[in-house]
């Protein structure tokens, strides 16, 4: 069983606020991810990490920023959060197994920015 | 390039009923398969995955076969049950690289 851990589960927000959206997992995993996850389901890649100091984006552009400080905290940070920000963000990460790198997921953030 | 095509949903069947969720899947090399869950408010788990050709993922009575020469890996199970109902994903990997995620099918499961 995984341990990943997403805080706040659910955040509603003004416009213009700066938010910053946790992430942390226990499994020592070096590769951890960000997704937008938007209200058709479709997940899309913003932001991953290959371990610390690494940061790296992801296939959808996003204006959110990532550090990797230390090996299990990845936050997300929106500096100015705005209405087209309204999503849910899911965390994961991923082992080295020999040939595949299975993602594990956090129960996500639902955001809403009014 | 890579890419996952799912069947669109969303998917309703009765209690006890035969599911199967089409996806195929276009790849440069020799990709791995998953199939992850996301049940209601919650993130996504992986259900079950297929790392070769002709290899059979299974898990909570659902399984994919990786079918190579029809680039598929259709997820099938025997008898639904309500507990079943969430959103289905299906990805592939290739090497050491991002997974690609499909759209994901919401499967309704009625008693």
């Known amino acids: 069983e995984a341990d990943i851990y997403q805080t706040p589960r659910y955040l509603v927000i003004g416009t213009g606020k700066k938010i910053t959206l946790e992430c942390s997992q226990t499994m020592g995993h070096d590769k951890m991810y960000w997704y937008q996850q938007d209200p058709g389901m479709e997940l899309h890649l913003i932001h991953y990490s290959y371990g610390v100091n690494s940061t790296e984006k992801g296939d959808l552009s996003s204006e959110s920023t990532v550090s990797r400080i230390r090996t299990e905290h990845f936050p997300l940070t929106l500096e100015s959060a705005r209405p087209s920000h309204t999503s849910q963000y899911l965390c994961?990460?991923?082992?080295?197994?020999?040939?595949?790198?299975?993602?594990?997921f956090g129960p996500g953030t639902r955001l809403t920015v009014l | 390039g890579n890419s996952v095509t799912q069947m669109e949903g969303p998917v309703t069947l009765s209690e006890e009923a035969f599911l199967t969720i089409n996806c195929t899947y276009t790849a440069t090399g020799y990709p791995s398969l998953f199939w992850y869950v996301q049940y209601p408010g919650e993130g996504l788990q992986l259900l079950l995955k297929?790392?070769?050709?002709?290899d059979k993922g299974s898990n909570k009575g659902f399984e994919a076969t990786y079918r190579k020469e029809t680039t598929s890996f259709h997820l099938e199970k025997g008898s639904v049950q309500v507990s079943d109902s969430a959103v289905y994903f299906c990805?592939?990997?290739?090497?050491?690289?991002?997974?690609?995620f499909g759209t994901g099918t919401r499967l309704t499961v009625i008693p």
């Open positions: 994961a990460s991923s082992d080295r197994a020999p040939r595949t790198d299975t993602q594990y």
């Open positions: 297929a790392t070769k050709a002709d």
């Open positions: 990805a592939l990997q290739t090497g050491a690289n991002n997974l690609f």
